[in-house]
Structure formats: C-alpha cells, structure tokens
C-alpha cells in the first residue's frame, strides 16, 4: 500500500525514533528504527529520519514536528528549555535550519523550572496532548518512566514539575547492583504492595530496606519474582512519599505504558487519589498534533 | 629478605586476595592480589594462595587463617553464618577440607541476623579486632563501604546490626546513570554538608533530589566535583536518617578507609554523638590474630 503523508510526526528519544505518517489527526502508518539521539551525530539525523520515511515523502517539501531528546543539546538542533510557568507548547516551535528540501523539521522545546532545578524533553508534549484532548482540565499528571515527572496543570499552564529517577535507580538496582543475585522475572502483588506500603509510610527506612532484598534471599530463598515486586514497591513507595505535595488531594492521570501506569493509578488510589490512566504514545501523537496545529497551515 | 611465617594471616573478599606472613602478632610481610573470591572457583583457591604466599612457607605445615567472602557458599569452603545475638568470633573456626599438606586453612564464619534479615562477611573478623583491642566496649560500630555495616555491641556481643548499601548506590549514581554527566573528580565540604543535611532531616526528598543534581548542571554547569560531594552527603544522609536508631545517643567508632571514615565521623559529630575512627586493616589484622588465638596452639 502506498502511504502519502500529509505531514510527519516524530518521537525522538535518546535510544530510539518513531515516526509517524499523518494526513491531519489520522496515523497513516508508522515506523521505528534504533537510532535514538545517544546515538547519532549532527550529521546523522537527517539521513536516519530519511531511511525511515523515504516512502512516504509525495514530492515538495513535508512538514516534520518532532519531540524529545532530538531537540537537546547533543541533538539535530538545540530547542532551548521554556521556563514555568507556561503553556506546555510554545507559539513557536524551533525550525531545524539548512535540511534537504524534502523535510521542513520542527523540534518542540523542553521545559525548564529554576527552583527547584528540573527540566523535561519529550513529557511536555504528553502533557500538551493530555490538555489538548482536556480543555480547561486542572490537576496533577504523573509520568512514569526511567525518569518519572509529575507535573502539576493549572489554567491550561505547567505551574511546576519534579522529576523522579525511580526507573533508572529500579534498572541499576535490579541488573548491575548485589541485587541482581535475587531479583529475576516474574510479579508478586503482594510483596509490591508490602513494599510500597513500608516506604511510603517510613520513606526513611528505604536505604536499609535494600540490602535486605538480599540478605532475606540468602537466608530464606526468596522467590525472584517476589524479590523484583518488592524492590519495585520500596522504590515507588519512596517516590510517592516525596512527591505527596503533587498528588495529595488532587485529581491525578498517569500517562505511561500501561503495566507501569496501573501500578501507579492502583498506589494512588489507595492514597485516595482520584486517580485515572492514558496512554503515553496516544499523548505523544496528540501533542505532536497540536503542535502541528499551532505552526499554522 | 628471607620471611618466614609463623602463620599467614588472610583478608579475602570480593575482588581481591590480601596476605600478611606473621609471627604471632607481628606483621612480617604482605601482599595482595586481584584474585579475589568472584573471580575463583573452588580448585582455583589454594592455589591463588599458594601463589602469592609460597616464599613464606618454612617446611612443614603453616597455619592460615581467613576471612572474607572466601567463606562464602561460592568461595572456598562455607562457613555458615552465626545467628546474632552472639560473639564476633565463633569458638571453632571452620577448617578448609583436603589443602596441600603446606597450609592447614581456617575460616571465620560471617553472622546473620533473622529478623530484619542481614548478613555479614568479613566485617565481623574487624569487629572481633575492635573488641580485641577494647575489652568490655559497649556501642555502635559503623563500617562504611560498598555494604556499609551498623553494628551494635554489648557485653562482648554483637546485638544486632544493618546493611546499607551506601558505597555500590554511590558508584552506581555516579558512573552508570545520567548523573555520570554531571559528576566528576574533587570534593567541595559544603555541598556535602548541604547534602546531608537535607537528607538527614527530611529523607523522603532524596528520590527527588537526585535528579536535581544533574538538572541543576544542565541550567546552571554545576562544577563536577560539586555534584560528587553533594550526591555523597545525600546518600550518606539518608543512610544516617535510617540508622538513627543506631546512633541516637551512643558511643560510635567509625571503622573504614581513612577519608570515608572521616566524613561519617563528622557528620556523627554534628548530631551530637561522642565518635572516634579506627583503620579497618589494623581491625581485620587484630581480628586475625584473636582468631588464631581461638584456635589454640
């Protein structure tokens, strides 16, 4: 089938690129490739972003928004950090100068917050598709990942935001540290919930907790499984408990892979959060159209 | 030199072999090696040892005792953790079965404690040393490192203690997550003191802290030795919040590397605590020695 993109929405991350072809808001169809930001030079964005849409390019010029780690510093084109408060998207988004004249590329800039220090790239334009489907909607999104952000939304602005290294710290932990002895596939709810309960409620107690993980499988053979759901539920309880000014009290949507984000809404609402899900990769794209949107065609 | 061991005193862990060829309590000679316990088989032991011991040896059989991960179930022989309460040092250390009829090998066996669940190796031999050194010393032993140990001592026996994993999150943090961008060489005291401070009073911060680091270079170019000093006094902080238990009130010798014993003596001090510092070879080697003398000659 031969696919005609309209224009072209990209989620450039720092191990991967996905793009996507559109004809206004429809997907069209989609392609993902390995060369994330981490792994490309200058010189080396254009032709991968090429490799992956060649087949879709209809002659003139397509129009290319693109949102992530594509735009940082090391990336195709720097899109400097938009300080809080301020709407997720800019009025104007940061053209890529000098591409071949068959992509005119867009880069959606990250958001800054001075104090306390934080930025984002890729989660403002979640956000931004969130509201875009939300009108008016005010409250607190959470975005679990490696790096998980929650984000606090009032009057269509992000007001504040805080970024969590629970992901990258539950990888560490889990494949390179002592851990990695005792932690292996598998789920236990329980013992995540056991977890999350003790750190949330004792967030102090989260250092000694750790080894314990192990020491408890030394001692007793703890199931692997049982060992990843409570070093996953000491971590996130741990977040939880740092980030309770967010979430406490407030209307709260998690935007994440699905699995993850359960474990979150389910933590949340246990809390007696008001809590629902969307997808992440949904927001993604309706961010990307919104941005779309705000270049004016 | 000609050295002749009366015996051979053993410092075995993870990553490295460390001999010293005595006579009774003196130190003749020593050396090290990188054939450390993850790095053997069983087969592969004796001969390390032999290999880095064999000029030593005067004829006839020579005692060696050992401790360290070469205890371990993957180390040479076993030697089956001790439950607290109890002793430092057991009154039978464990014989390695069928040696070279050169070395009769012994082991001292590492502690456990059932509830919270812990475990110790080689720590224990420093802290026979330290009693061995202060007859009827009752207090807190704080053995910092990759595993850093709490250790409460009275009437000659080990009461109860706590791992924190302090030294492998560091290392971790610092070379293998997005903060190995922000973190360099050098040291600044009072981004460590700022550090610990903050997460010694309010520990449920420190999840989000971390992230901080590395988004504060981004806005402002942190300079590296900063980042460093403040990451330590972090961890260390929230490590010290959980151990406070342990510290509140009591008599505490820090047993570890020079710079890294002074710091957590520092910060101990500042709470109040009444604190002195002692090497953790001179404590392993003194711990050696009272083990021999356990053995009975």
Same mark, same amino acid.
């Given at each position: 089938?031969?696919?005609?993109?309209?224009?072209?929405?990209?989620?450039?991350?720092?191990?991967?690129?996905?793009?996507?072809?559109?004809?206004?808001?429809?997907?069209?169809?989609?392609?993902?490739?390995?060369?994330?930001?981490?792994?490309?030079?200058?010189?080396?964005?254009?032709?991968?972003?090429?490799?992956?849409?060649?087949?879709?390019?209809?002659?003139?010029?397509?129009?290319?928004?693109?949102?992530?780690?594509?735009?940082?510093?090391?990336?195709?084109?720097?899109?400097?950090?938009?300080?809080?408060?301020?709407?997720?998207?800019?009025?104007?988004?940061?053209?890529?100068?000098?591409?071949?004249?068959?992509?005119?590329?867009?880069?959606?800039?990250?958001?800054?917050?001075?104090?306390?220090?934080?930025?984002?790239?890729?989660?403002?334009?979640?956000?931004?598709?969130?509201?875009?489907?939300?009108?008016?909607?005010?409250?607190?999104?959470?975005?679990?990942?490696?790096?998980?952000?929650?984000?606090?939304?009032?009057?269509?602005?992000?007001?504040?935001?805080?970024?969590?290294?629970?992901?990258?710290?539950?990888?560490?932990?889990?494949?390179?540290?002592?851990?990695?002895?005792?932690?292996?596939?598998?789920?236990?709810?329980? =013992?995540?919930? !056991?977890? +999350?309960?003790?750190?949330?409620?004792?967030?102090?107690?989260?250092? /000694? @907790? $750790?080894? &314990?993980? *192990?020491?408890?499988?030394?001692?007793? =053979?703890?199931? !692997?499984? +049982?060992?990843?759901?409570?070093?996953?539920?000491?971590?996130?309880? /741990? @977040? $939880?408990? &740092?980030? *309770?000014?967010?979430?406490?009290?407030?209307?709260?949507?998690?935007?994440?892979?699905?699995?993850?984000?359960?474990?979150?809404?389910?933590?949340?609402?246990?809390?007696?959060?008001?809590?629902?899900?969307?997808?992440?990769?949904?927001?993604?794209?309706?961010?990307?159209?919104?941005?779309?949107?705000?270049?004016?065609?």
């Amino acid at each position: 089938m031969n696919v005609q993109a309209e224009w072209i929405a990209v989620d450039w991350g720092t191990s991967r690129l996905r793009a996507f072809a559109m004809a206004g808001d429809r997907v069209l169809a989609n392609a993902t490739s390995e060369q994330g930001m981490s792994k490309l030079n200058k010189a080396e964005f254009e032709p991968a972003l090429l490799a992956l849409t060649r087949d879709w390019l209809v002659g003139g010029t397509t129009d290319v928004i693109a949102c992530g780690m594509v735009g940082a510093r090391q990336g195709w084109v720097e899109a400097p950090y938009r300080a809080v408060p301020t709407p997720a998207l800019a009025e104007k988004i940061i053209p890529v100068p000098d591409t071949d004249a068959q992509l005119r590329v867009h880069v959606v800039p990250g958001l800054k917050q001075v104090k306390p220090a934080d930025v984002m790239r890729g989660e403002e334009t979640q956000v931004a598709g969130f509201l875009s489907r939300h009108p008016n909607w005010d409250g607190v999104l959470c975005l679990p990942g490696t790096h998980t952000k929650w984000v606090h939304v009032s009057a269509d602005e992000v007001v504040s935001f805080r970024t969590f290294m629970t992901g990258e710290l539950f990888a560490l932990l889990s494949e390179q540290s002592v851990l990695q002895h005792s932690v292996g596939d598998g789920w236990d709810d329980a =013992a995540f919930r !056991a977890g +999350l309960d003790l750190s949330l409620s004792r967030p102090q107690t989260l250092a /000694a @907790e $750790l080894f &314990a993980i *192990r020491a408890s499988d030394l001692l007793e =053979a703890t199931p !692997a499984a +049982l060992a990843r759901a409570r070093l996953s539920g000491l971590l996130i309880g /741990a @977040e $939880l408990a &740092a980030s *309770r000014p967010y979430w406490l009290g407030q209307q709260i949507t998690v935007i994440g892979e699905t699995a993850l984000s359960n474990l979150y809404a389910e933590a949340l609402k246990a809390q007696g959060c008001f809590t629902s899900v969307a997808d992440c990769q949904d927001m993604t794209l309706a961010g990307l159209i919104a941005a779309r949107n705000l270049l004016g065609n």
